[in-house]
């Protein structure tokens, strides 16, 4: 392998390599398994690290912080060229972090692969973020797997185990591996994608000491398994390195790993004939049934379609931004993407298909680690970095201007969500505005992170997927503008358990009225938004479609969704009403605020069905402003769903934890004490391995130091995001009240009791009279379910 050198070497093989000799894979793997140390080999055989450094120097991990805490933060792209039984191929690679508090990373990483290689650790084994990045993989991005069970030198080294029980524990991660692929791929592929030693899919070895194998390898340098045994035990009995660098010499990691990726991983130009059925938006079918490229050109779509399937560089311009990459030390943003149809070149002017507007591309070239080399076009089938003007998000589909109007792609799906919050803001208020785009700037970089701004105290909140990501982000924005630091506080949902009353409701001048009704949303509906195949800009008909036959969907709800926030739906089911598009867009952005801050404790609503049942709308344009008409509806969507049995959910994660045995009953001792559950727990050698669960709201008051402690720092834990679960109901009006005193403290406008329904009876049409009745009874229901029934039971006396 030799490292490509020089601009006018690069611009030639990434314009007229060809498609079938490239390879666009990513590695990926739970923590601490190897990836940044595998990758240091394919380094060395690039020439862009020594055989000295390789395995120690984790030359993808650029970053000060990644450096300092021996993880991998940012994904990192590496352009390489190899020699292979007579043919050159291309490798564009992505080193991705396997803790889970940067699995965006890995998200966007596989929408701009072809292929990827799942690193298992073999004493450890399929851990968490191993069975999360094969869904990604697999089941999300279409991307096909090979296996490389990396550190085998612990099972000889730490647990001493003879020939047959190591070729055990092989066959044990290879079954489990195998079913999460079975599990999570697309029908045509379930079983070919499952990986084979016998074929060469799996490979063995050890980052750590630079060898590894496959059984083809073997075969064809007529060694067998056994050498491996051999060599260690001298090299433990004697003391000595010599037989660990024989298997480097003649093993060498980078050899049965390439060899691996060339042939199980597949070309661009066999990836994207099914990736495009997955990843893009139009109909792929018109591509597959056109006979000549000239036929193709006959419609838009179908020419893009068959530009898509063969990757070709004279179609539409078609791609995805995939990842932003803030230089470490100037701080400016590059993106970095992936183009798969059409050409793309400096300076050209491209159309953002979901921003829906036009910018300018500057800088075009091609990433490699922390260095962006120039080129002047970039045809399909290749990854590439510019600079743009104007700061957009990853996963922003682009054309070319005259395109506009083609499909875009399905938005990268993240296996996590927001669930911790630390508030941010100035030291000095004259930097407010420069902290709002440093937040933008980070935020975009990793859209697994929120923001949000609160207009009065100049205060932003700052959601991640866990205590760590926060972390991150703030030291990042600290280093470009002082900031005061909040606690670190779990981001609460609040749901509907059953259906609230249909209430009706009126301005304050009584001119218009409203009527609606709240109800959970069923869980299939969640699941289709959350996966983006439901959203709010899609066809509606097409929409319709898709919520009847896979939701059981109502037609008339079916084909009237005004507005998705969140996993919440707002439909009109109205008949009839006159001027009521003139009240619409007021009504959705009341549904919107609603849905950030709801009514128990300003916290997200979510799983929510808000269906408007009638209105009526002024004839007068002076009487349907938005500040009538903004009441009526918070007081309609305010009372519906606190007479719907409302309660506070909270976020579940999952917790791998590795330890010495010793240590076992203080962990599990101290996961009891934080209403932690252990689901699994084994003993492999002389370390422990627990799975648990814990609510965030117990991870993030000091569960890291207290387990730190207990361990003397020996325990090394990650966490998954699981689920929204239902906050116990003994601990609901106590959180609901903590969480509203906490939000007045910090100057929110929020009073510190919980709401009840009659708390917005001045709204209540025709008056709280008519209503009162209706909403007991409809309360009464619940009887001792009903969750917050201390505070509701209240209503009786108002």
């Known amino acids: 392998m030799v490292r490509i050198k020089g601009e006018e070497e690069i611009r030639n093989i990434v314009k007229k390599h060809p498609l079938e000799l490239r390879r666009i894979f990513s590695i990926v793997a739970h923590i601490d398994h190897g990836k940044s140390t595998a990758c240091d080999y394919l380094m060395r055989r690039a020439g862009l690290l020594s055989d000295t450094l390789a395995g120690d120097r984790r030359l993808t991990d650029y970053d000060e912080e990644e450096q300092e805490r021996g993880i991998t933060i940012f994904t990192s792209v590496a352009l390489l060229n190899y020699e292979y039984e007579g043919k050159t191929y291309l490798f564009e690679l992505n080193d991705t972090p396997g803790h889970i508090s940067f699995t965006g990373e890995v998200s966007r990483a596989l929408r701009g692969s072809d292929g990827a290689v799942v690193l298992v650790d073999a004493l450890e084994g399929v851990m968490t973020q191993t069975e999360t990045n094969i869904k990604l993989a697999v089941g999300e991005e279409w991307v096909k797997p090979i296996l490389f069970i990396n550190k085998v030198d612990r099972l000889i080294r730490e647990l001493k185990l003879p020939p047959e029980k190591i070729i055990k524990r092989f066959e044990e991660i290879i079954k489990e591996v195998n079913k999460l692929i079975e599990d999570a791929a697309p029908k045509p592929f379930k079983e070919k994608w499952k990986v084979n030693p016998a074929a060469g899919s799996v490979v063995f070895g050890s980052a750590k000491d630079g060898w590894a194998f496959t059984i083809p390898l073997l075969q064809k340098k007529k060694l067998t398994a056994n050498i491996v045994l051999q060599k260690y035990a001298e090299a433990l009995e004697k003391n000595i390195d010599e037989p660990i660098l024989w298997l480097r010499r003649n093993l060498p990691l980078d050899e049965a790993l390439l060899e691996a990726i060339i042939r199980h991983l597949p070309s661009p130009i066999d990836a994207q004939k099914y990736r495009m059925v997955k990843l893009w938006q139009g109909d792929i079918k018109k591509g597959l049934n ?96 510019c600079q743009l003007p104007d700061l957009i998000p990853s996963g922003e589909t682009f054309t070319s201007m005259e395109y506009r109007d083609i499909p875009g792609f399905e938005k990268i799906v993240y296996a996590s969500e927001p669930v911790v919050s630390r508030s941010i803001k100035p030291k000095n208020p004259r930097d407010l505005g420069k902290l709002g785009e440093v937040v933008n700037k980070w935020v975009s970089a990793d859209p697994t992170a929120t923001f949000t701004k609160d207009e009065k105290s100049g205060e932003y909140i700052l959601s991640g997927i866990d205590p760590l990501q926060i972390e991150i982000l703030v030291k990042r924005i600290q280093e470009e503008v002082p900031i005061d630091v909040g606690i670190p506080i779990t981001v609460y949902q609040e749901r509907p358990l059953a259906r609230g009353v249909e209430i009706k409701t009126k301005c304050t001048e009584g001119h218009n009225k409203l009527q609606l009704y709240i109800e959970p949303l069923d869980e299939k509906t969640q699941q289709l938004i959350k996966e983006g195949k439901i959203t709010e800009m899609m066809d509606s008909k097409e929409r319709a479609r898709i919520l009847r036959e896979e939701a059981g969907w109502d037609t008339k709800h079916a084909r009237n969704i005004w507005a998705i926030e969140g996993t919440n739906v707002l439909v009109n089911a109205t008949s009839g009403v006159q001027r009521l598009d003139r009240a619409k867009p007021y009504i959705i952005s009341t549904f919107r605020e609603f849905m950030h801050e709801s009514a128990l404790a300003k916290e997200p609503g979510a799983a929510m069905k808000v269906v408007v049942t009638d209105a009526f709308v002024h004839e007068d344009p002076a009487h349907t402003r938005a500040g009538q008409l903004f009441v009526m509806t918070l007081s309609a969507l305010n009372i519906s769903f606190l007479t719907s049995n409302p309660a506070l959910f909270e976020p579940i994660l999952r917790v791998d934890i590795k330890s010495p045995v010793d240590y076992m009953s203080n962990i599990i001792a101290i996961l009891q004490q934080r209403r932690g559950k252990v689901l699994e727990n084994k003993i492999v050698g002389d370390s422990m391995y627990i799975r648990a669960t814990i609510p965030a709201s117990e991870a993030v008051k000091g569960f890291a130091d207290t387990l730190r402690g207990a361990t003397q720092g020996r325990a090394f834990f990650g966490y998954q995001f699981e689920k929204y679960d239902m906050l116990p109901k003994d601990l609901q009006i106590p959180t609901i009240l903590e969480i509203r005193k906490r939000k007045k403290e910090e100057g929110k406008e929020i009073g510190e009791e919980i709401p009840t329904p009659f708390t917005f009876k001045a709204r209540m049409y025709p008056d709280a009279g008519h209503w009162r009745n209706a909403i007991i009874e409809h309360m009464k229901q619940y009887g001792n379910k009903l969750v917050i029934k201390e505070i509701l039971e209240k209503s009786l006396g108002e």
């Not at 230089?327 to 070149?345: A, C, E, M, N, W």
Request: without cysteine.
């Open 290 to 385: 056109v006979k000549s490229m000239e036929e193709a050109k006959n419609d838009l779509e179908t020419w893009t379609a068959y530009s898509l399937i063969n990757v070709r560089s004279d179609g539409p311009l078609l791609g995805m931004i995939t990842k932003i990459f803030i230089d470490p030390r100037s701080k400016r943003p590059t993106l970095i993407g992936r183009v798969f149809s059409g050409t793309i070149h400096d300076g050209e002017t491209i159309y953002l298909v979901n921003a829906k507007k036009s910018i300018r591309i500057r800088r075009l070239g091609i990433m490699e680690i922390d260095t962006v080399l120039p080129v002047d076009e970039i045809p399909a089938g290749n990854l590439f970095a």
